[in-house]
């Protein structure tokens, strides 16, 4: 039995004022062509795992939803038998995303968004060999306080109190039936970068080892693909959306069950104990194989250091294989450039973003020095005091206020004031 895996679509997304839905467009039409490829031979996927955030925000923008609604018509009409499993994550919003859910579900769409539709799961059956394979997948949306009916507040507890829920619930139903769980969570350990929404601390995070009643785990919620342990892993999300992240290679996963070879696990093994009844799948599970799947965006993400006038001039063109990537240019220049986005646009037009944190940070050593040094002087109070003031509205104004010298008279009364009227 074969899944493919992805989440963290965030369809609608913006990146630093760009829309990415032509990038967006492009990501889906490769899940599309694999799924459909695969139909096309004698092991096709059995279902679609999307792990949450499918948009970017919870009120989507209408062309992201546009867009969803074509990628599902687009399988759907290619892959027919194909199952597909949608939980919410914490960008979406899961009432929104529960429209027509009961409708969907005909059409092998599985929308699984509310706290009584976690306990039941989408079985599927294939014939391999004159056999009948079998699987139970669930989906644990994003919890939020109160979703499981408890004081529960803790990512943990929440998330322990739902597996227990479910493995309770396939036991009683589907004992002897592998079950597979598609999440959005945060687990311990994991690898993050700047573009999720995350928590502070570690209250929010879950231990990976809850997921031992399942024979795989499909998470979401990080952004880089990364193993959790032997069946827990997360896809990531299938474009880089930040500057973070840039020059990580995206993945989808391609997850098989092998019901030819099982594995027992070592516990029962040992003990030669029953069926336990925490693992639902009984003590003997299907192997299970994750083979990564790269994904060729259409624009990389890429950073870039140097002088201003190497990226502007590029009489080498070092920098021509960089006009279709999406571009963030640090300059380390120790001057300040006037306006650098705008001179360098018209060679990189995909350019987002220009930092010139050397020359802002040599601006500011400059000030202190400056402010240091005038308060050190010996110059007479009165001087001293206009000539700090007027520093000081320098660095905070564009221009000069026209009433500049009635405020700067004023400080001056105020400074002799405070000071006694020493000078």
């Known amino acids: ?17 760009r829309s990415l839905l ?62 597909v499993v949608i939980i919410p994550g914490n960008h979406d919003s899961a009432r929104r995303l529960s429209f027509a859910a009961g409708l969907l579900d005909a059409q092998n769409i599985h929308l699984i968004t509310t706290p009584q539709r976690i306990t039941v799961p989408v079985v599927l059956e294939k014939k391999t060999h004159g056999e009948t394979e079998c699987a139970a997948i669930y989906g644990l949306p994003f919890l939020t306080p109160g979703f499981t009916g408890t004081e529960a507040h803790r990512q943990q507890d929440m998330a322990q109190e739902a597996v227990s829920r479910i493995a309770a619930a396939h036991e ?43 024979a795989y785990t499909a998470l979401g919620h990080l952004h880089s693909c990364q193993q959790m342990s032997e069946t827990v892993w997360y ?80 009489d080498e063109r070092r920098f021509a294989g960089y006009t279709d990537a999406y571009l963030e240019i640090s300059c380390t220049d120790r001057a300040l450039v006037e306006n650098p986005m705008a001179q360098l646009k018209p060679k990189y037009p995909y350019l987002l973003s220009v930092l010139q944190e050397t020359a802002v940070l040599d601006a500011g050593t400059s000030a202190i020095a400056q402010r240091k040094a005038l308060l050190e002087s010996n110059a007479p109070h009165d001087a001293l005091s206009e000539e700090i003031f007027t520093a000081f509205m320098n660095d905070i104004c564009a221009e000069l206020p026209e009433n ?20």
């Open 22 to 83: 032509e990038d967006q467009t492009a990501v889906l039409d490769t899940i599309s062509a694999e799924l459909t490829a695969a139909h096309d031979t004698d092991e096709p996927y059995d279902a679609l795992l999307v792990a949450g955030d499918v948009y970017d925000r919870a009120v989507p923008p209408p062309e992201a939803v546009a867009l969803f609604d074509a990628f599902l018509t687009e399988i759907r009409a290619n892959c027919p038998e194909l199952h």
């Open 172 to 214: 009683a139903a589907y004992a002897g039936i592998p079950a597979v769980l598609c999440a959005h969570l945060f687990a311990r350990n994991g690898v993050t970068s700047d573009s999720e929404r995350l928590f502070v601390g570690t209250a929010e995070q879950v231990a990976a080892d809850i997921f031992k009643p399942f």
């Open 235 to 314: 896809a990531g999300s299938p474009l880089a959306y930040s500057f973070g992240e840039a020059g990580a290679q995206k993945y989808l996963l391609r997850v098989t069950l092998d019901f030819g070879t099982q594995t027992v696990k070592e516990t029962d093994k040992q003990q030669n104990a029953p069926m336990r009844p925490e693992a639902p799948a009984g003590s003997a599970r299907p192997a299970v194989t994750v083979e990564k799947i790269p994904i060729t965006p259409p624009r990389p993400v890429v950073k870039l250091s140097g002088p201003f006038e190497q990226f502007y001039r590029d």
């Open 1 to 17: 039995m074969k899944f493919l895996q992805t989440g963290d679509l965030h369809l609608g997304k913006i990146f630093y004022e």
């Open 404 to 423: 500049f010298d009635e405020e700067k008279k004023a400080f001056r009364e105020t400074a002799r004031e405070l000071a006694g009227g020493n000078e």
